[in-house]
């Protein structure tokens, strides 16, 4: 359905609550609903512009373990570094115990003894 070039009011709770014959708490819950169904919590409209305008300024990443080239998902914080795959706790424990990406280990594996 096309505007053809005229300006309509925007669309209010209230509005809808009446083209759908429903109270317009429900409406609201349902935003709400919705909200945290997409953001993971209940966001201000600001918040919500704010995370998509930085989320289309953001290039395609790729994570950050050697020779993996898989990409970090786009709507991931901007702070994420690994995909989901090393991302995972066992792969941060492998990281940590075999030292980070590229780095060798603070200090090297003791070998286990088994006794005589």
Known sequence: ????????????VERL?????????TIRSQIKQARIEIFGRNL??????????????????????????????????????YCDFHGSGAARLRRHRH????FKPIRPRRSRRVAD
């Not at 609550?17 to 708490?25: G, H, M, R, V």
């Not at 030292?99 to 590229?102: I, K, L």
């Open 44 to 81: 201000s409209d600001s918040a919500i512009a704010y995370r998509l305008k930085k989320q289309r300024e953001r290039r395609t990443r790729v994570c950050a373990e050697p020779d993996c080239r898989r990409p970090i998902p786009s709507l991931a914080n901007g702070r994420r570094r």
């Open 1 to 12: 359905m096309a505007l053809d070039g005229l300006m309509s009011e925007p669309l209010t």
């Open 99 to 102: 030292g980070v990406a590229g």
């Open 17 to 25: 609550a009446e083209e759908d014959w429903t109270n317009p708490i």
